[in-house]
């Protein structure tokens, strides 16, 4: 377990973080209807902006839903002891990056080596 950075603070971030994740998703609900198709109602132009509009909401979507679990995985790993080492090399995790996001699982050298693949 670190002993040098304050894992309280990082752990009342993720949840609030957590808690805006799921009242948005609330909201998201409301925009995955589907495209109306009713070619007497509306024009071709207008059905292809309605979804295009419906797949930029669905990819915010899965995006939102991955930080989720990125959340959910650091709140373990502060439960377990295991917060602010890197998943991949278990060396620390530096502190402003952590401070810049506390739900990122590497260390800044493994982040630049899966960027590269």
């Known amino acids: 377990m670190r002993e040098d950075i304050n894992l309280e603070t990082f752990r009342k971030r993720l ?20 495209v109306e198709l009713d070619h007497a109602r509306v024009g071709r132009l207008t059905r292809m902006d309605a979804m295009q509009q419906q797949a930029m909401v669905q990819a915010a979507a899965r995006l939102t839903d991955v930080e989720r679990q990125r959340i959910q995985t650091a709140l373990s790993r502060i439960q377990s002891g295991e917060y602010g080492y890197c998943i991949l090399c278990d060396e620390e995790i530096a502190e402003k990056r952590l401070e810049f996001d506390p739900s990122l699982l590497t260390c800044i050298s493994c982040a630049k080596n899966a960027e590269k693949h």
């Open 15 to 34: 949840e609030e973080r957590q808690k805006i994740i799921l009242a948005g998703k609330e909201a998201q609900k409301k925009e995955h209807t589907t």
